[in-house]
């Protein structure tokens, strides 16, 4: 048993901790000393028990209780950015390792478990001599994933949810395009399989060398085997989800929780990224929680999927801290408009709505790499490119799980022969687009097997270009209009810079090489060639299409 001489410089150690955090993250100051109590059981329906760290506020009137559901384990950086940010405030917090990591029984099956278990979890909670009656749930990624899953049947304790880039599809995170996620998800099953070989800092060893593991795989064919010998015993499910590229196939059925978008009614606080993985999902669920009438608040900033709780995390857990002391302790609501955007370039952004009401301007796509505001002559000769699954057009940035995403300099891939792009002048005035770009090509291939990925970037005055949206589809048809709607963002262009539209045939291994064959992409091996013909005159227009002006939307 611990004297009062051990505990003390324990609890003074917490409190400077709490300070520093408190500081660093420029948080509210702390309002009460907490404990911890470790590795508690909290058992399921079918007899396993799941481990959770109980943090406890020292404080005779509690604000509340949060619940935090984990693949990751419940140590840093949890532990600090949820159990002790929110037990030095008030709250109890307790964070549990899901089903089959972190000493938790059972195996460990990606989101199948989490409905059943999370229940399950909830029937323990309200069962607690300590539980204050109601409780939020909060946390990102596979974490939100966790909360959606609860969402599926919402428990009349559930107040609030704080749910960060997190998904509620995984069907659609996997093969939404058409074109598995190949360097998301093989790098995170194999981190999966990995992350409690041996100590932390083994572990950070291990990360660097992975992404390179990683990489050489997802250049290997078939996808299915290369997967498996990256990724040796661990990661049982990866055959599985290459083996099903159908979203409609009932094998997705259990990872897909769109359901609980329908039956949430609690307030909900979402934040995403503009370069987030996730972020249709994150968008989607605001738009339909917002037309149901939800109380809903959106934030989104220039964030990578891992960025929004390190960069951001200041902007984050205020934001967080506000909600849930709103909608959870009971106490003020912080005045704020619906949606929060930063817009990349210039600054926040308030807004009742998303998307808001901006013009439209068209810029078609011109023989020679032009970029215009005017039509091409009936006459101008299309541009053609190959694309060769030997050597794909590799993925520069953009809205990647890894640390090689987000903004990156991408003037290299303009100068790749399988790549054309397609430059305007410099802009006269700075230009604002605010919303979802699109893309409308002409296009003809000479194989029905190909995938078309097309890019909204930015050129600087010294010829530099940085990756503002992008879109991707696979196909399956030689020709026709193909119309493809980049990811959404807030973006100023600066008086001076220019807009290139880049199009390929691929971005490997952001999304798995198409092969040209038809071959199923878990087996295929073959691989053939692939040329494209973008139209501008002669068979047809090819346009970018923005919602876009020279002043930013009205926030009324």
Known sequence: MRTVQDVAPLVNARRLASSVVSRVLKLPPPTT?????????????????????????????????????????RGFPFSTLFGAVYAARGYHVVIQSVRGTFGSGGDFTPMVHEVADGADTVAWLRAQSWFTGSFATIGLSYLGFTQWALLMDPPPELAAAVITVGPHDFSASSWGTGSFSLNDFLGWSHM???????????????????????ARAAHEVPMGGAGRRLL????????????????????????????????????????????????????????????????????????????????????????????????????????RRAVRARVVGQGWLELPDWPPAMGEQVWYLQAAHGLSQTPPDGSAPPSSFTFDPADPTPTIGGRLLSPE??????????????????????????????????????????????????????????????????GFVRRTENSGAVTLELDAVAHRFAAGTRLRVLVAGGSHPRFVRNLGTGEPPVSGTTMTSATHTIHHGQGGLSRLVLPAGPALPSAD
Request: hydrophobic fraction near 40%.
């Open 33 to 73: 000393d907490y404990t911890v109590a470790r590795t508690v059981p909290v058992p399921m329906r079918d007899g396993v028990d799941l481990l959770a760290d109980h943090y406890v506020p020292q404080t005779a009137s509690p604000a509340g209780t949060l619940l935090v559901r984990c693949p990751y384990g």
């Open 192 to 214: 999966m399989a990995h992350q409690e070989d041996g100590s932390r800092l083994l572990g950070l060893l291990r990360q660097a060398r992975s992404r390179k593991q990683v």
């Open 232 to 335: 040796g015993a661990g990661a049982p499910w990866w055959e599985s989800w290459v083996e099903h590229p159908d979203r409609t196939d009932p094998f997705w059925a259990p990872l897909n929780l769109s359901d609980a978008l329908d039956r949430v009614d609690v307030p909900v606080l979402l934040v995403g990224g503009w370069q987030d993985l996730f972020l249709e999902q994150t968008l989607a669920q605001f738009r339909h929680l917002h037309d149901r009438g939800v109380p809903t608040a959106l934030t989104v900033g220039p964030w990578t999927h891992t960025q929004v709780m390190t960069t951001g995390a200041p902007i984050v857990l205020r934001e967080s801290l506000n909600w849930l002391d709103a909608h959870l302790a009971g106490g003020p609501q912080v005045p």
């Open 405 to 470: 995403g987000g903004y990156r300099d991408d003037t290299v891939l303009a100068l790749r022969p399988d790549v054309v792009d397609f430059t305007s002048a410099p802009l006269a005035d700075d230009l604002y687009l605010v919303g979802t770009p699109v893309v409308e090509l002409s296009h003809r291939c000479d194989t029905p097997f190909h995938d078309v990925f097309v890019r909204l970037s930015e050129v600087a005055a010294d010829g530099s270009s940085t990756n503002v949206s992008d």
